[in-house]
């Protein structure tokens, strides 16, 4: 059965319409729990069960006033029984209105919670239906799942190794004002764990980045995010902390601030050493042609695949657009903004994309301005990104990868990153941008897989605002009351 044709019987049958099901699809979808086959006999026996609810709900109620006026820590075993009928009759009567008839086959079709768990799936996918078998489908959407669990698996392992390290390494080596917390490394760990190696290989590097290199700076954060950031990548530590500290040096004579060339080197890290002058040459275009744009919002638009000039206007757009709409938040909106214009997307589509992101995201991030700009400059369609995410949070949750509620969200969005099922996965794509199929001239500088600017900004614009709410609240205030 083709994937489109099961999204329209369960479609049909969820909206209680006939959905003519053959002999062959039946038993796809009832074998595998999408569907429950009901015969004429048990809908008739239902029937007359409901028949006889509103009499007994009465005498439930009934009987409940007078068993709360008896003394007794127990209800009378008759009640119980009342109770236990009542509950059942309010299922068929449920189960009754929910049933639809099936000609071809003579019974009646009743949708499970697994058939509307699917449903979702292929409405949220079903652009990418076409061609491709039900069972194809599920299979791809299992084993996407199945990855998401593996990774946090894997976070998991490289945090036990990273706190480790930290509790059995001499205090005089790591002054307290610099030890890292579980979330620190929670946040760490999620971003090495994107890399399906040996969690100790990983664990191992960001322990050398993070004790052998001269940092320059005592900001815990810019140390923990650089130090996540270096030894996620592919190389080995030597080559990578050479580049790092030359990009630094460079940096320096580019006006960066010292404060700044930390994460400003990091999220450069993974550009090729001969496209590092055009970048850097694009970076002070950029500047020129608006001199108030940090280097941050000016690295995104100069890894895109857009002239400055260009790309300034996409910026500009983007922000009169957000602005009409009403988000106004200083450099909230302006992250947001860099993030789009980067993008892939037409300039007309940003802000559309944006606003339907920021719907979905309302809540869950304060502001949410960067992370909805982050899920819609992705090259998946708006509502395929949030439902990767949510798929996320779900996975997070399901695994208790966190201690603080607050985390999750966080959390969730960095597992999101490159992933999605059915072969869509990107890894370069969000920032920065990915490359467009017809490339403009002249070209834009190279873009590396890797894309470690994308957590540079989740560092920035997400966990940061994130870790300083932490150190300066209760914990009681941003966790979940245990009962029991």
């Not at 690295?299 to 602005?323: I, W």
């Amino acid at each position: 059965m083709e994937s489109d044709r099961a999204r329209a019987i369960l479609q049909m049958i969820q909206d209680r319409q006939e959905a003519s099901v053959q002999a062959s699809e039946r038993e796809e979808l009832v074998s595998q729990g999408f569907l429950v086959s009901v015969d004429t006999p048990t809908r008739d026996g239902w029937t007359a069960s409901v028949a006889g609810l509103a009499a007994l709900r009465d005498r439930v109620r009934e009987m409940s006033r007078v068993a709360l006026a008896t003394p007794g820590p127990v209800a009378p075993p008759e009640l119980q029984q009342m109770v236990a009928s009542l509950e059942e009759l309010t299922r068929q009567k449920t189960n009754l209105e929910t049933l639809v008839w099936n000609a071809p086959t003579q019974e009646y079709f009743l949708p499970t919670l697994a058939g509307r768990n699917v449903l979702a799936d292929l409405t949220t996918w079903q652009r990418r239906l076409e061609g491709r078998t039900f069972p194809d489908f599920l299979r791809e959407m299992y084993d996407y799942r199945a990855a998401l669990f593996q990774a946090v698996s894997r976070a998991s392992a490289i945090q036990g190794g990273l706190l480790w390290d930290e509790e059995t390494r001499d205090a005089e080596e790591t002054p307290m004002e610099l030890s890292f917390t579980n979330v620190d490394f929670r946040f760490a760990a999620m971003i090495l764990a994107k890399r399906a190696i040996n969690p100790s290989l990983l664990v191992s590097a960001f322990q050398m980045f993070h004790h052998d290199t001269n940092w320059g700076s005592l900001n815990k954060v810019d140390r923990l995010i650089g130090s996540a950031i270096l030894a996620s990548l592919p190389w080995d530590f030597a080559t990578v902390r050479n580049a790092f500290e030359r990009l630094r040096v460079e940096l320096q004579y580019h006006g960066v601030q010292p404060e700044d060339r930390i994460l400003a080197a990091a999220s450069l890290a993974d550009i090729p050493q001969s496209a590092w002058a055009e970048v850097l040459e694009r970076i002070d275009d950029l500047h020129r042609g608006r001199p108030t744009l940090n280097f941050l919002l000016a690295s995104a638009l100069a890894r895109s695949a857009y002239e400055p000039a260009e790309a300034l206007a996409r910026f500009e757009d983007a922000l009169t657009g957000m602005a009409a709409r009403g988000y106004k938040d200083g450099i909230h909106i302006e992250a947001a903004a860099s993030l789009l214009a980067a993008g892939p997307m037409a300039r007309e589509t940003m802000v559309d994309r944006f606003s339907v992101a920021m719907s979905h995201l309302a809540g869950t991030f304060d502001p949410a301005f960067a992370p909805a700009a982050m899920i819609a400059a992705n090259p998946l369609e708006p509502l395929e990104a949030i439902d990767v995410f949510r798929d996320c949070i779900a996975v997070v949750t399901r695994s208790s990868f966190y201690d603080l509620t607050l985390e999750i969200e966080e959390l969730a969005l960095i597992l999101s990153y490159g992933v999605a099922p059915m072969g869509l996965g990107y890894l370069a794509a969000n920032l920065p941008a990915a490359p467009p199929v017809q490339r403009v001239a002249p070209m834009a500088p190279p873009v590396s897989p890797l894309a470690t600017s994308w957590y540079v900004w989740h560092g920035h614009y997400v966990y940061r605002p994130i870790g300083w709410y932490i150190a300066t609240h209760p914990v009681h205030v941003h966790t979940v009351a245990a009962f029991g």
